[in-house]
């Protein structure tokens, strides 16, 4: 059990990150998973305490962002700007429409996610986690897939600023690729983004393959594997513990920052991975095991997609919360019902193996000379 565990919360502002009652990311996923975390009584507990959020700070949304994209959210925020001039950023979409109080909403969402980075770098708490956070696809100088700002991002630069010498490992298991993430980085060797996808060939973003690995001092730093629709939980399990035994160990991050995207879920509407719930628990033992042994413990999770908002979503989080604290015992065990791994899924063994033994023989090496250069090159 982890002596300190911080949950991050900001419940007003989850609701105004809200794209419409048409569109797909639904807030009440957000509200719902705070809900069974408290009524598994899984928060006022000798080793959990509440971190009050706050909003980022333009200066820390521009340490991924840039200045011109931000000051055009803001604008159109405050009607001195058109909806038509946010067009060339990505803003005005039909995946990122226009929505009131946009910047207050991602700076707040943001916010959560430094403060979630704030404990863990500075030793007050031993893992953190922002259920509202995971929004990985916006770039430096466009809103994509849902997401304005890129919380991830912008707390992993907070971690940075914090504690320079430090290495942190990005591990993201969303259905989709965590691009946005791996592009901020894509030239930082302090930085190793690890992504587990439905392959591009068949969904958006159309990135996230075996030969993206990084570039200059940062070859080797990002890690890709695509994996093909109706990949289910015995394929995926033993790629992340495989790639992440090899990975972490060559890097020795001193902290891990995960995306905990639940759209891998057979049932999700917006993809076609085909994971079933018992696989979650799993998930989230092999993340809490693999960053205990190789990052010293320190954890900054955030959330990510799902669309499944009032069923799958908020289980699958509240189930790595209750991981994170050391109370997996509490899940329900109804919540853990589904169909039989081999209705929803297919076996790609060897695919998965080759793209996996792919992505190690391309990363290992670098990392770790890399590390052994002291992080530079």
């Not at 700002?149 to 290495?167: G, S």
């Not at 990005?170 to 791996?182: E, F, K, P, T």
């Amino acid at each position: 059990m982890s002596d300190s565990v911080a949950l991050v919360t900001v419940e007003d502002i989850a609701r105004i990150y809200d794209f419409g009652s048409s569109h797909p990311l639904r807030p009440e996923r957000v509200l719902l998973t705070y809900e069974h975390i408290r009524a598994l009584d899984l928060l006022y507990r000798p080793n959990v305490t509440q971190e009050k959020s706050r909003a980022a700070t333009d200066d820390e949304i521009a340490a991924v962002h840039d200045r011109d994209f931000i000051k055009t959210v803001k604008g159109i925020d405050s009607g001195q700007l058109s909806e038509r001039q946010g067009l060339p950023f990505g803003l005005g979409t039909p995946d990122d429409p226009i929505f009131d109080h946009m910047h207050e909403a991602s700076a707040a969402v943001c916010g959560a996610s430094v403060v979630a980075a704030e404990v863990v770098a500075s030793g007050q708490a031993e893992h953190s986690f922002n259920p509202a956070g995971g929004l990985h696809h916006a770039r430096r100088r466009e809103a994509s897939g849902f997401c304005i700002y890129n919380d991830p991002a912008v707390a992993i630069a907070k971690v940075l600023e914090l504690q320079p010498d430090w290495r942190v490992a990005y591990i993201d298991v969303d259905v989709h690729h965590g691009d946005g993430v791996q592009w901020i980085f894509y030239n930082e060797p302090r930085v190793l983004t690890v992504s587990f996808h439905q392959s591009g060939r068949y969904l958006y973003p159309g990135t996230g393959f075996e030969d993206e690995i990084g570039n200059g001092a940062a070859e080797g730093t990002a890690a890709n594997i695509p994996l093909l629709p109706f990949s289910g939980e015995g394929d995926y399990l033993w790629a992340l513990e495989r790639v992440l035994t090899q990975l972490l160990g060559a890097f020795q991050p001193q902290l891990v920052v995960t995306q905990l995207g639940a759209d891998t879920h057979h049932g999700d509407p917006l993809a076609n991975l085909a994971l079933t719930m018992p696989a979650y628990p799993r998930m989230a033992r092999t993340l809490h095991e693999l960053i205990h042994r190789f990052a010293e413990g320190r954890w900054v999770a955030t959330g990510g997609g799902g669309y499944q908002f009032d069923t799958v979503v908020p289980k699958i989080w509240t189930i790595h919360w209750a991981e994170m604290i050391g109370h997996p015992e509490v899940i329900p065990s109804n919540w853990l019902h589904d169909v039989a791994p081999d209705e929803a899924a297919r076996s790609y063994k060897a695919e998965v193996e080759r793209s996996v033994e792919t992505v190690l023989e391309r990363c290992v090496p670098r990392l770790q000379a890399l590390v052994g250069a002291g992080g530079s090159s």
